[in-house]
């Protein structure tokens, strides 16, 4: 897969830039700034994308900014965003299309190469990642909501379904059968009003409503 890299420290650039291609990413452009974000963006054989949210000049929401304007002219193009501390409205602002092949991951997760390379992937397939720190600090925050409705389990399923995991992925981590996975992915569905649709993405928009806070 064709990558756009963008961040603006230079060791960390070259790094993710050779822990990448290392795993069978091809790194069209590595950039350092907003500008030739831009450019990089609109090169047509880029297949996907990893940003930091902050990019010089302005060192606040550069990256963000991009990859929601990449993901508006191309519904659907996977895009991971890197930010060094955990802001919820990061997420749901990227999450505000309703589409998959979306990612947010804190920086310390880089240095875990396995979960770093497997979240792009994840994201590049077409799935949501978000970071586990992302989870716990929403949950922790939330008043009352629809999605109080929820179970725990429940809760928890809903919380791996956050960080991009499958229904086998998910049964594996509680210990229970993908039937069971399922059985709770249709009553969440239920819980939070989200009734079957055409060309609809529900298990982002059960991550949406659960990002309301």
């Known amino acids: 897969m064709r990558l756009v890299l963008a961040e603006d420290h230079a060791l960390l650039r070259a790094g993710l830039?050779?822990?990448?291609?290392?795993?069978?990413?091809?790194?069209?452009?590595?950039?350092?700034?907003?500008?030739?974000?831009?450019?990089?963006?609109?090169?047509?054989?880029?297949?996907?994308?990893?940003?930091?949210?902050?990019?010089?000049?302005?060192?606040?929401?550069?990256?963000?900014?991009a990859a929601v304007a990449v993901r508006a002219?191309?519904?659907?193009?996977?895009?991971?965003?890197?930010?060094?501390?955990?802001?919820?409205?990061?997420?749901?602002?990227?999450?505000?299309?309703?589409?998959g092949a979306i990612g947010y991951l804190l920086k310390d997760r880089v240095s875990d190469v396995a979960e770093f390379v497997d979240g792009v992937r994840r994201v590049a397939a077409g799935a949501t990642v978000l970071d586990p720190e992302v989870v716990a600090t929403i949950m922790a925050r939330r008043q009352v909501e629809p999605i109080d409705r929820l179970t725990a389990r429940e809760r928890e399923v809903l919380a791996l379904m956050a960080e991009g995991r499958s229904n086998a992925a998910i049964a594996a981590g509680l210990v229970v059968s993908e039937k069971a996975v399922a059985k709770?992915?249709?009553s969440i569905f239920a819980k939070l009003d989200l009734p079957p649709a055409p060309d609809d993405h529900r298990r982002v928009r059960a991550v949406l409503t659960w990002l309301k806070v």
Do not use: C, K
């Not at 290392?22 to 790194?27: P, V």
């Not at 965003?81 to 997420?91: G, R, T, W």
């Open 184 to 186: 709770h992915i249709n």
């Open 73 to 99: 002219a191309r519904p659907g193009f996977p895009v991971m965003v890197l930010s060094q501390y955990v802001e919820h409205l990061y997420a749901r602002e990227l999450l505000a299309s309703g589409e």
């Open 17 to 65: 830039t050779q822990l990448l291609e290392l795993n069978g990413f091809t790194i069209l452009a590595a950039v350092g700034n907003a500008a030739e974000l831009d450019q990089a963006l609109r090169d047509p054989d880029a297949e996907g994308a990893v940003v930091d949210v902050r990019l010089p000049p302005s060192h606040t929401d550069e990256g963000l900014r």
